[in-house]
């Protein structure tokens, strides 16, 4: 008896992790801006090289012995911390002798209690200009105002479940390791991508699916975990306001065991500088966004969660969930050389002329 106990409540953590956020699919508030970390479409989207780092911590205050959230009482941590959190960090540029490709590099780390997932990904895209003709965002000629894009990564995705974090009733049940194990897979996602700068200030819309191989993920006798395929949908625009620019945006996505999960959100850019924004995710949380615009190129953003909407225990933590992120673009501009052009003159008259 003791036995199936603790084996259901080991699963059971695993279990719950996995279905509350997606399985295998770490969310972002600052989804608007991250899109590289859901679409690979989106790689090269714009005409710099462009960094994101962004820093998520969940429920923050949340302890391993603390009953309203994961039942870990006999962690050998004193007050471990297993609340989730995330940090990733994404890099896309376009290729600069051919402006229809795009690549870009993610990388991922995702905790929950103490299961770690690792993500490593690269992308490529291909992009299909149309439309009417505008100025390009750097000196390299010109855009069209509509663009379409398909694109792929590849990576992989490794799990690691520290056991020695845990004792458990029965310190010889098989099921429950008690040492670190880990062990990964190859992955495979897929993605497509419209933006508009006609449309309103400007649109985007697109839609992917990650682990289209459902990689599986096997460590010994600890975990077995199939990675399940899920979809993401995203569209925003920009509406000017006069001297504010209006930026709604929506994210939809499948979650593990078949549920859907909505993120509506607004943001207001005043003065070119200062953004504000709020928003609402199904059955989870309502958030409040504050960004600044430090450089034109340069950008810092800060998110709270409000635990408001959960259906579990969970919403009588002791805190809400912080995110943090920071995205710098290089300019890519490469003005040509002016041509000096020296005159010559003609000896009878003197007279200067260039060729």
Same mark, same amino acid.
């Given at each position: 008896?003791?036995?199936?106990?603790?084996?259901?409540?080991?699963? *059971?953590?695993? %279990?719950?992790?996995?279905? $509350?956020?997606?399985?295998?699919?770490?969310?972002?508030?600052?989804?608007?801006?991250?899109?590289?970390?859901?679409?690979?479409?989106?790689?090269?989207?714009?005409?710099? /090289?462009?960094?994101?780092?962004?820093?998520?911590?969940?429920?923050? *205050?949340?302890? =391993?012995?603390?009953?309203?959230?994961?039942?870990?009482?006999?962690?050998?941590?004193?007050?471990?911390?297993?609340?989730?959190?995330?940090?990733?960090?994404?890099?896309?540029?376009?290729?600069?002798?051919?402006?229809?490709?795009?690549?870009?590099?993610?990388?991922?780390?995702? @905790?929950?209690?103490?299961?770690?997932?690792?993500?490593?990904?690269?992308?490529?895209?291909?992009?299909?200009?149309?439309?009417?003709? /505008?100025?390009?965002?750097? &000196?390299?000629?010109?855009?069209?105002?509509?663009? #379409?894009?398909?694109?792929?990564?590849?990576?992989?995705?490794?799990?690691?479940?520290?056991?020695?974090?845990?004792?458990?009733?029965?310190?010889?049940?098989?099921? !429950?390791?008690?040492?670190?194990?880990?062990?990964?897979?190859?992955?495979?996602?897929?993605?497509?991508?419209?933006?508009?700068?006609?449309? %309103?200030?400007?649109?985007?819309?697109?839609?992917?699916?990650?682990?289209?191989?459902?990689?599986?993920?096997?460590?010994?006798? &600890?975990?077995?975990?199939?990675?399940?395929?899920?979809?993401?949908?995203? =569209?925003?625009?920009?509406?000017?306001?006069?001297?504010? $620019?209006?930026?709604?945006?929506?994210?939809?996505?499948?979650?593990?065991?078949?549920?859907?999960?909505?993120?509506?959100?607004?943001?207001?850019?005043?003065?070119?500088?200062?953004?504000? *924004?709020?928003?609402?995710?199904?059955?989870?949380?309502?958030?409040?966004?504050?960004?600044?615009?430090?450089?034109?190129?340069?950008?810092?953003?800060?998110?709270?969660?409000?635990?408001?909407?959960?259906?579990?225990?969970? @919403?009588?933590?002791?805190?809400?969930?912080?995110?943090?992120? !920071?995205?710098?673009? %290089?300019?890519? $501009? %490469?003005?040509?050389? !002016?041509?000096?052009?020296?005159?010559?003159?003609?000896?009878?008259? #003197?007279?200067?002329?260039?060729?």
């Amino acid at each position: 008896m003791q036995r199936t106990f603790t084996r259901l409540l080991f699963l *059971g953590t695993v %279990f719950f992790s996995v279905q $509350s956020y997606g399985q295998f699919a770490p969310y972002y508030t600052h989804y608007m801006l991250n899109k590289l970390a859901y679409n690979p479409a989106t790689a090269g989207e714009k005409d710099a /090289i462009c960094v994101n780092a962004l820093s998520h911590t969940q429920w923050l *205050g949340q302890s =391993a012995q603390d009953p309203s959230g994961f039942d870990l009482g006999n962690s050998t941590a004193t007050n471990s911390r297993v609340n989730p959190t995330t940090q990733s960090i994404s890099i896309t540029a376009p290729i600069l002798k051919n402006k229809n490709l795009g690549l870009g590099f993610v990388a991922v780390n995702d @905790k929950i209690g103490y299961l770690s997932t690792l993500y490593l990904r690269g992308s490529v895209a291909y992009k299909h200009g149309f439309g009417r003709k /505008i100025p390009s965002d750097n &000196a390299r000629g010109y855009n069209y105002d509509q663009t #379409l894009s398909i694109g792929m990564d590849f990576g992989m995705v490794n799990l690691t479940q520290d056991g020695s974090k845990y004792m458990p009733i029965d310190p010889t049940d098989p099921q !429950i390791p008690n040492t670190k194990v880990s062990d990964g897979s190859f992955d495979l996602g897929a993605g497509i991508y419209y933006s508009n700068q006609s449309l %309103f200030n400007g649109f985007y819309t697109g839609i992917s699916m990650a682990h289209l191989t459902k990689p599986v993920v096997t460590a010994e006798n &600890a975990f077995s975990f199939t990675t399940e395929r899920y979809i993401h949908f995203l =569209a925003g625009s920009e509406h000017d306001l006069g001297s504010i $620019s209006l930026l709604p945006s929506v994210m939809v996505r499948t979650l593990g065991g078949g549920g859907v999960q909505v993120d509506l959100s607004a943001r207001a850019k005043m003065g070119q500088k200062l953004v504000l *924004g709020a928003g609402v995710r199904s059955g989870d949380a309502i958030y409040l966004m504050l960004g600044y615009y430090i450089k034109n190129n340069l950008y810092a953003g800060y998110s709270y969660d409000f635990n408001a909407l959960s259906s579990s225990t969970l @919403k009588y933590t002791k805190a809400g969930t912080h995110e943090i992120f !920071i995205s710098y673009c %290089f300019d890519m $501009s %490469f003005t040509p050389p !002016i041509k000096t052009v020296k005159p010559r003159y003609n000896v009878r008259y #003197l007279e200067g002329y260039s060729y």
